[in-house]
């Protein structure tokens, strides 16, 4: 079965860097689109970046343009948001997202950015 197992959250202060990892198993990893969501504090889940299947492209949301970078190892079967400059709204629990004819999430990781 799919699995995405999401890692590398945690607290940091303003101005810091995280880098997060999702694990993936279940599908031929190489073949999807991969995603990062994410959801704050009374906030809806929203889509952080996207990279595709060879990791040659990616979008990224205007909030985090410039700060943040998705990289993909497809002989590893994982997805990374390298993460910058973090900002006290960065706050969020970091999914990991893959469309395979329907979503699966991973259980999610939390970033804290709080001096």
């Known amino acids: 079965q799919v699995q995405l197992v999401e890692s590398g959250g945690g607290s940091v202060q303003p101005g810091g860097s995280l880098r997060l990892s999702c694990a993936a198993s279940g599908f031929i990893f190489s073949n999807y689109v991969m995603s990062w969501f994410r959801q704050g504090p009374r906030k809806e889940r929203e889509l952080v970046a996207a990279i595709s299947t060879t990791g040659s492209s990616a979008s990224y949301a205007d909030s985090v343009k410039g700060r943040f970078a998705i990289s993909r190892d497809n002989a590893k079967n994982t997805v990374y948001l390298q993460m910058n400059s973090l900002k006290p709204e960065d706050t969020a629990v970091y999914f990991c997202?893959?469309?395979?004819?329907?979503?699966?999430w991973g259980q999610g990781t939390q970033v804290t950015i709080s001096s």
């Open positions: 997202y893959v469309n395979r004819g329907r979503a699966y």
